[in-house]
């Protein structure tokens, strides 16, 4: 079984807050869901020579494009700002 | 008549011979969408459907106009509508509202559509069944006590249901076919690319395809025609222009893969969708049985990525820029808080999953694996496609189940994805075509897998099948 421990540290890892019950339910769906994922060990070994979605990236040229028709509207949405700037609370 | 049962074409001719409006038909959708107790809608845009049915009436009236102008629709909530609220179904979005147009959102106003609303679904479309929406469960029109499956639940219960004459819904892994299925109208995933991604919320990126669910498969070809193809602001979305294509059974070859047909399959669901092969094989159609040899590797391979993908997309929502945002002590805080507070229990367990997979330790184990099992997968279909034009199989092992029957147990909901989720590793397009009732009266989809770009193979001989 996943320990407590390692469920609140993937959770501090993913910025996110977990009660008490969260994480002993996490602990025992992901204990289960990981246990099913034991399945691929039986897979045969293949090389990979690139990630899946690397042949879908191209190159674009290096272009300016203008925001700004919709700059206000972004901003708008953010929960706290002040003029044009989106207000964050301080980092340390 | 009722026009809320017309698909496009009749709709189109309807109102082509001013037998009716496009305001008289969007209010007749209105009325009955207001009347619905299936909780299909998270929002109704009435002001801007009224809207857009009248400047499509303007334009009918003028003689020049397309099949899907006028005729109203439902735009599952995970894409953007300029100006309307755009939830994905989730606390943490639960007020915001979209800035701009998603690709095919602007491409359907170009064509004059109407747009009714934004349909429910699975929270930031992460489920099978519908549950998972913070707003309420969809439920399933041929059985309320039913789920509608998922994720796009609304988008196809409120077609079903003639809520709307057609809908879009996108699909990870299986989010189409699956609620298309449960609810007994066609929905087609497209190739991966063939639709720009450019305004659908992001889920799994080398996963996440839009398409069209509608109540036949003569709309699903009209309404793929008007939202595919090259957008400039997806770099994954193909050069690919819709051909229209005319194939008859009998030149054709159907792969029926062997692993799509083992123990935990429905009765009715098996009888059902051989009762379509032979269908098919009656009509002149070679069958061959054939092998997806990965096919017991998909399942995990697919809730590896996915999760991992989402849970770098989903990073975004940090109470910063936008949605909800709860207060705290530090930045630190503010994210901590306002992610706990905003996502609901699938989406963390998915965000859990994903940064488990992708931490330092585990990569090799779970996110390398599963890239290398994708390899796998896709060397399948490719063997597979030269052997035969195209694969038919079940959707879904069983059919619509009750509602609250798996909300306990994640596994058991992750599994109704097992025969959907290959199509959506390897690329390749799949389709949904109801294909019969089971003794309760559930509908039954038959699964039609395709090449790449090939949905007009599917959809050709979908039209078949859909007569058969």
């Known amino acids: 079984m996943i320990s407590k421990e390692e469920v609140e540290h993937i959770a501090k890892l993913a910025r996110l807050e977990l009660t008490e019950k969260e994480v002993e339910k996490m602990r025992k769906d992901l204990t289960a869901i990981l246990g099913y994922f034991d399945l691929l060990k039986r897979a045969p070994k293949v090389k990979i020579e690139e990630p899946a979605f690397a042949k879908a990236s191209a190159w674009r040229r290096d272009e300016v494009v203008s925001s700004y028709d919709i700059a206000d509207e972004l901003i708008g949405a953010a929960p706290d700002k002040k003029d044009n700037y989106i207000k964050v609370k301080a980092i340390f | ?468």
Do not use: W
């Not at chain 2, 469960?137 to 709307?164: L, M, Y």
């Not at chain 2, 450019?198 to 799994?204: D, K, P, Q």
């Not at chain 2, 290959?422 to 089971?438: C, E, F, H, Q």
């Not at chain 2, 959809?459 to 007569?467: A, N, W």
């Open chain 2, 1 to 468: 008549m009722d026009l809320t049962e017309l698909t496009i074409r009749r709709a189109h001719e309807g109102l082509k011979s001013k037998k009716f409006t496009s305001v008289e038909l969007t209010k007749a959708y209105l009325e009955k969408i207001k009347k619905s107790d299936l909780n299909a809608f998270l929002s109704v845009t009435e002001d801007l459907a009224l809207q857009q049915a009248e400047e499509a009436d303007k334009k009918i009236a003028s003689g020049e106009f397309g099949m899907l102008c006028g005729i109203p629709c439902a735009i599952k909530d995970a894409i953007l509508v300029e100006g309307q609220k755009c939830t994905a179904a989730s606390k943490i979005l639960e007020n915001y509202v979209a800035s701009y147009d998603a690709t095919v959102i602007k491409k359907l106003k170009e064509s004059g559509a109407v747009i009714l609303g934004k349909t429910n679904m699975d929270e930031f479309a992460m489920g099978g069944s519908g549950e998972n929406s913070a707003f309420g469960a969809t439920k399933n029109p041929h059985d309320k006590t039913k789920v509608a499956g998922g994720s796009s639940s609304g988008s196809a219960a409120s077609v079903a249901a003639d809520e709307a004459c057609y809908s879009l819904g996108s699909d990870t892994g299986g989010s189409i076919r699956l609620p298309a299925s449960f609810c007994g109208v066609v929905g087609l995933k497209p190739t991966y690319g063939a639709v720009s991604r450019y305004g659908l919320i992001a889920f799994g990126s080398s996963l996440d395809q839009i398409g069209p669910i509608t109540k036949n498969i003569e709309d699903a070809k009209i309404v793929f025609d008007a939202i595919s193809g090259k957008d400039k602001m997806d770099a994954t979305s193909a050069d690919y222009v819709y051909e229209k294509l005319n194939i008859e059974l009998k030149d054709l070859k159907i792969g029926v893969p062997k692993e799509y047909f083992v123990k935990g399959i429905d009765r009715d669901v098996e009888k059902i969708i051989r009762s379509s092969i032979k269908k098919a094989e009656d009509a002149g159609a070679e069958i061959i049985d054939i092998s997806l040899p990965s096919t017991e590797y998909a399942l995990a391979c697919y809730y590896i990525i996915a999760p991992c993908e989402a849970s770098a997309n989903l990073a975004r929502y940090d109470g910063i820029k936008y949605g909800l945002s709860e207060n705290g002590k530090d930045l630190l805080d503010v994210y901590l808080n306002s992610r706990g507070k905003g996502f609901g229990p699938e989406v963390k367990r998915r965000i859990i999953l994903g940064t488990y997979a992708l931490s330092s330790g585990y990569y090799d184990a779970y996110y390398k694996k599963a890239l290398e099992v994708r390899e796998l997968v896709k060397q399948d279909f490719v063997k597979a496609f030269k052997k035969v034009d195209l694969i038919f199989c079940p959707v879904s092992p069983t059919p619509a189940f009750k509602l609250g029957e798996k909300t306990d147990n994640p596994l058991a909901m992750y599994l109704v994805d097992v025969y959907t989720v290959a199509v959506n590793i390897a690329g390749v397009p799949g389709l949904s075509l109801p294909a019969g009732k089971t003794k309760e009266g559930l509908p039954v989809g038959l699964q039609i897998i395709g090449n790449h770009f090939e949905e007009n193979k599917i959809l050709s001989i979908g039209m078949f099948m859909e007569k058969a």
